[in-house]
């Protein structure tokens, strides 16, 4: 299922993983409002490397109960990666110079 013009579902979630309506629809906002305009800042794919997480999953990877990754209330977690960006650098924009609308970024 495509969230945005570069993002799918699969990219977010493991195989078989049963998402909510609300969490979709959180996905889908994030894709378009935060990881798009992010992609074209640094006109790199980004990679997904955690996305929403089940109760069981986010039990398995995290001590964190309330993990933003569960997508609980109006909350949602987005991790990855630029290819070929140092992380600081993606992370100082974001949080210093990006017109982005965040919670946490970390």
């Known amino acids: 299922m495509k969230l945005s013009d570069h993002f799918d579902l699969a990219g ?4 078989g993983t049963d998402v909510p309506e609300a969490v979709l629809e959180r996905l889908k906002g994030i ?3 935060i990881l798009e ?3 074209r800042r640094y006109n790199r794919p980004l990679i997904v490397t955690s996305g929403y997480r089940t109760p069981e999953q986010n039990k398995a ?3 964190e109960p309330t993990s933003y990754h569960l997508f609980e209330q109006d909350h ?3 991790d990855f990666r630029i290819e070929g960006v ?3 650098g993606v992370f100082d924009w974001i949080r210093l110079e990006s017109p982005l609308h965040y919670d946490k970024v970390i």
């Open 86 to 88: 140092p992380l600081q």
């Open 31 to 33: 894709c378009v409002s």
């Open 12 to 15: 977010f979630v493991h195989e």
């Open 76 to 78: 949602g977690a987005v």
């Open 61 to 63: 990877v995290s001590k």
């Open 37 to 39: 305009p992010i992609r």
